[in-house]
């Protein structure tokens, strides 16, 4: 015979509701095989009667007679009722109170009895407790044996949970303990199957009320399941793992209320190595041991060491850790116990979905490779901490490009760029390979790359930049590019183009955005002029110190281009626009370090010309030390009644200015605003290839 074992679990049959769910089940198994269902009490039912609280008695008789009265009519209804009545109440009258508790299943299993006779089964209801002796298995088997095969009846019904003792005394197999009995009826029956059905979709990698990210164990092994159980996991009464595995039964546990939506399938099969699932128990007053169950194949110094780091991250020392029969136990203070079981979970079941962010490069200097190697070393680490996974989906340099969805790797990029590099074009091969939401990275000194980037932000790509070239253009064209940012939903940012790592725009962008009026900004933002003039003293010549910051690589390839204040200019337009003033180049006075028009000479000459101006360096910084003060190369916008003044020049700044201090290349960017009376003040390292790289990276992942 083909017997199939349905064990329903008390929410199963807590109401008529519940129970029609149940009956249909059993239909559907019946074509399948001989169906015996074991049945708990109704949800509650137990507690009620080990109670023996009046009030919850007739709670508990009214629920059962609502479940019959939905169930039955007529004569059929009368017969129920009183089958029902009659056992409540000799439960009442004649049983001892410390018997009461048995008489659940008798009540559950009698109502589905009746109920799947009247619907036309050739039903038969078994009784447990002069079936199952409790300790005495082969003969629990050859008793179950005998009723059934001795039967024609289509289905089965038995109550699970109670048992007699060898004496004949009624008994129970211990709370939760219907799972039990159905592998008992199982084991001696050599059904083909054993199904559990509770109100949840099968043993999950924790208790999902206690962890909303538990999720269902397909499969696992019988070991799994008992060490699952044992640890805490109540979906699974740890008893009853030993009968199906001795009889190579699968155990499959699955959601009464959700019968197609899955389950757990337990088998004699091995199933690798890796982590099952977390239990938890309070294993004495105020100490709860959490259960990290696994196959044995894991590193269990390696499993310890990620739990004390995974505690420790969220606040938590545990009591102890410990393993053993490739379990790993922890032992914390039952009130930390359920923040721990996700801090555990978290660190062993969840790994967050990554969105990938592709992202493309444009311009293979300082700052682009920087940038690659930045991604490179740190992807890893982006991920867990954003959810972000980083690719490199395309990079440039001024002649080729190279775009792979697949990802490039930042060590290989200059090689792969070498030997597959396309002429072309690079933000056509954007505009048309890559997908929306896309980041366009802009590390180049172009001067009319900024012609593209509308078309990139129209088509839905982010643009991040280190161009401040590309915000210095007329206002019209910074304020289309914005605009286009606004209408596709997509961001511009370029914070690494004043001050590199510096938060100066995002600190402008609040003041303005909270309509905090800006009275002045003093950019000290010149990294070249900052140093040498932190520097100078007279000891050494000017023009020395130019060609040494030059050779440094601090200053743009052509020095006359930050000495002539050109870089600064480009930066206090950025700033002013940012801040709301729709600031032009024409609208700046410049005062250059260097007098005159010097663009006409060749490199050589230039310098020669400084050299010729020593004198007036000398004298100049004379004159300040003597009044106290110290020369800054100063950027700065001014509100002069309803407009602004715009300036750069030199400045002699005393001891009370946050610019006196600045020491090397350091920047300083002071903004002051009508309602504050002390200065913003944002000053630090302005310079740098790797700062410039974490500042673009922020960006991105912002
Ligand atoms: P039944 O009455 O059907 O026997 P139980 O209440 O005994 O149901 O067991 C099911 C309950 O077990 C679930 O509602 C859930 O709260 C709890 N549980 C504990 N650990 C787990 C786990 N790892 N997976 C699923 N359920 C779990
Ligand atoms: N009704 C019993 C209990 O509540 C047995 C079971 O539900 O498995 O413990
Ligand atoms: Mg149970």
Redesign the pocket.
């Known amino acids: 015979m083909n017997y199939r074992v349905l064990?329903f679990?008390?929410s199963s049959v807590a109401d008529a509701t519940a129970v029609s769910r149940v009956l249909d089940i059993v239909g559907k198994e019946s074509c399948l095989g001989t169906p015996v269902v074991i049945s708990?009490?109704i949800?509650g039912?137990?507690?009620a009667l080990i109670s023996g609280d009046p009030a919850l008695m007739e709670i508990i008789r009214n629920r059962h007679l609502a479940i019959i009265d939905r169930f039955f009519t007529g004569e059929a209804r009368e017969a129920a009722r009183e089958d029902f009545l009659g056992t409540f109440s000799l439960m009442q009258e004649t049983a001892p109170r410390e018997d009461w508790?048995t008489f659940?299943?008798l009540f559950s299993t009698r109502i589905l009895y009746r109920k799947l006779a009247c619907d036309g089964f050739n039903a038969q209801w078994l009784d447990s407790r002069k079936l199952v002796v409790k300790g005495d298995i082969p003969l629990t088997y050859k008793k179950i044996r005998e009723a059934v095969s001795g039967s024609d009846a289509g289905v089965f019904v038995a109550p699970?949970?109670i048992a007699s003792n060898p004496d004949g005394s009624v008994t129970?197999?211990?709370?939760?303990?219907?799972?039990?009995?159905a592998a008992l009826y199982a084991a001696a029956l050599g059904a083909s199957s054993l199904e559990i059905w509770t109100d949840v979709p099968g043993i999950m990698t924790a208790n999902p009320r206690k962890v909303s990210m538990a999720r269902t164990v397909p499969r696992m092994s019988y070991k799994a399941a008992l060490d699952m159980a044992e640890g805490g996991a109540k979906v699974l009464?740890a008893p009853t793992v030993a009968p199906a595995m001795e009889a190579g039964i699968d155990i499959t546990i699955l959601n009464t209320f959700k019968p197609d939506g899955g389950g757990t399938t337990v088998s004699g099969a091995p199933s690798g190595s890796g982590w099952t699932g977390v239990a938890d128990m309070e294993t004495a007053p105020g100490t709860t041991r959490l259960t990290l169950v696994g196959e044995g194949g894991d590193d269990m110094a390696a499993a310890a060491e990620r739990v004390a780091q995974a505690l420790k991250k969220d606040g938590m020392e545990p009591l102890s850790i410990s393993f053993g029969g490739g379990n790993l136990f922890v032992d914390v203070v039952t009130a930390v116990s359920p923040v721990a079981l996700e801090s555990i979970h978290r660190e062993f079941f969840e790994t967050v979905p990554l969105t990938t962010v592709n992202v493309y490069i444009a311009g293979f200097g300082a700052v682009g490779k920087a940038l690659m190697e930045t991604i490179g070393r740190s992807a890893g680490a982006v991920a867990e901490r954003t959810g972000k996974k980083l690719v490199i989906a395309g990079i440039a340099n001024s002649r080729q490009y190279v775009t792979d969805l697949s990802g490039i790797a930042p060590g290989n990029a200059a090689s792969i760029l070498e030997e597959k590099g396309l002429p072309g074009s690079f933000t056509r091969a954007v505009l048309t390979e890559a997908p929306r939401r896309s980041v366009f990275v802009d590390c180049t000194p172009d001067n009319s790359i900024y012609l593209e980037y509308e078309a990139l932000l129209e088509k839905g790509i982010n643009i991040v930049s280190s161009n401040r070239r590309s915000f210095a253009v007329p206002f019209v064209k910074y304020a289309a590019m914005h605009n286009a940012a606004r209408r596709s939903g997509v961001f511009l940012r370029y914070e690494t183009t004043v001050g590199a790592a510096l938060p100066v725009m995002e600190s402008i962008a609040r003041s303005a955005n909270s309509c905090e009026e800006i009275t002045s900004i003093e950019a000290v933002v010149s990294c070249t002029l900052n140093r040498i003039f932190s520097q100078y003293d007279g000891t050494e010549t000017f023009a020395s110190m130019v060609r040494k910051a030059c050779k440094d690589g601090l200053t743009e390839p052509d020095p006359r281009i930050d000495l002539e204040g050109r870089d600064a200019l480009r930066k206090l337009l950025i700033l002013a626009r940012e801040a709301g003033v729709p600031l032009e180049e024409g609208d700046v006075t410049i005062d250059p370090v260097v007098p005159g028009d010097l663009s006409s000479l060749s490199l050589e000459d230039f310098y020669r010309h400084l050299e010729s101006m020593e004198g007036l360096f000398a004298e100049e910084y004379r004159t300040s030390a003597a009044k106290g003060c110290r020369r800054r190369f100063v950027a700065g916008l001014q509100k002069d009644g309803d407009s602004f003044l715009a300036w750069i020049g030199m400045r002699d700044v005393d001891g009370k200015h946050p610019a006196y201090h600045l020491r090397g290349t350091e920047n300083a960017i002071i903004v002051r605003s009508a309602f504050h009376p002390y200065p913003l003040v944002i000053s630090g390292a302005g310079e740098g290839a790797r700062q410039a790289a974490s500042s673009l990276l922020n960006d991105i992942l912002k």
Request: hydrophobic share 15%.
């Open positions: 064990k679990g008390g708990s009490a949800s039912c137990t507690d508790l659940g299943e699970g949970f129970t197999l211990g709370r939760g303990g219907s799972d039990y009995s009464y």
